[in-house]
């Protein structure tokens, strides 16, 4: 069955500037997370949903926000973009969160984003 | 603050010879810690975990020891390919996170050379 799907696969975009990432979980999937990934600070955990509700978030500013759909889907959006959001965004699904220690995460192979 | 270190950003081993990959962590309310293999353009893939009720979890040529005391744990991969090649990192969660909230470690670059 198809891994999971992120859309675009790279961006680029000026500072001010928003940016909205997609991200479509392996079928069956209800749970999506994202992940930032930069080379000093590996990968750090953005936010959690499931069922079209936040769970968890980390320690992000309020201009990163997500949201995820009704067929599971999720969009995360970040506003005013500055060049620290530079990163590789990573979202990964699993069937649903609190199932177990065993759950495992799939990520998909993430948006490139550039800041200029 | 850094949760989960992995203070070795890169490590070169022999084919054929064991690698060694490093991870300590802080929290001591972390207690199921996960290993996670990146290629580049790829997202991460899942190696190995071990519960904090055990000390050592193998499988196949992959095996994680776990060391609670000193907060410690390590990834050993024996023997070493070519194709073990990429970008090696630790995780860790705790009972009241799930597994999809992850603290993650800064990576291991891996290189087996020939």
């Known amino acids: 069955k198809a891994g999971v799907t992120q859309t675009p696969r790279y961006l680029i975009k000026t500072r001010g500037q928003q940016v909205t990432l997609s991200c479509s979980p392996i079928?069956?999937?209800?749970?999506v997370s994202w992940y930032q990934q930069t080379p000093g600070q590996g990968l750090q955990f953005l936010f959690e949903?499931?069922?079209?509700?936040?769970?968890n978030k980390g320690n992000f500013p309020g201009r990163f926000s997500g949201r995820q759909f009704s067929n599971s889907r999720s969009e995360m959006n970040v506003s005013t973009l500055e060049l620290g959001d530079s990163a590789l965004y990573l979202c990964?699904?699993?069937?649903?969160?609190?199932?177990?220690?065993?759950?495992?995460?799939?990520f998909g192979s993430g948006t490139q984003l550039s800041v200029l | 603050d850094q949760q989960v270190k992995q203070n070795s950003p890169s490590l070169s081993v022999q084919e054929g010879r064991i690698s060694i990959l490093n991870c300590d962590y802080t929290?001591?309310?972390?207690?199921?810690f996960l290993w996670y293999k990146k290629y580049p353009a790829e997202g991460p893939t899942f190696l190995i975990s071990?519960?904090?009720?055990?000390d050592k979890n193998e499988d196949g040529r992959f095996t994680v020891f776990l060391n609670k005391s000193a907060k410690h744990l390590s990834l050993h991969i024996v023997p070493s390919q070519p194709g073990d090649s990429a970008v090696y990192f630790c995780?860790?969660?705790?009972?009241?996170?799930?597994?999809?909230?992850?603290?993650f470690g800064t990576g291991t670059r891996l290189q087996v050379t020939l």
């Open positions: 990964a699904s699993s069937f649903a969160p609190g199932t177990g220690l065993d759950e495992k995460l799939f």
């Open positions: 079928s069956g999937h209800r749970s």
């Open positions: 949903y499931f069922s079209e509700t936040q769970r």
């Open positions: 929290n001591s309310m972390f207690d199921y």
């Open positions: 071990i519960s904090s009720i055990k």
């Open positions: 995780a860790a969660t705790g009972l009241t996170g799930t597994a999809s909230k992850l603290t």
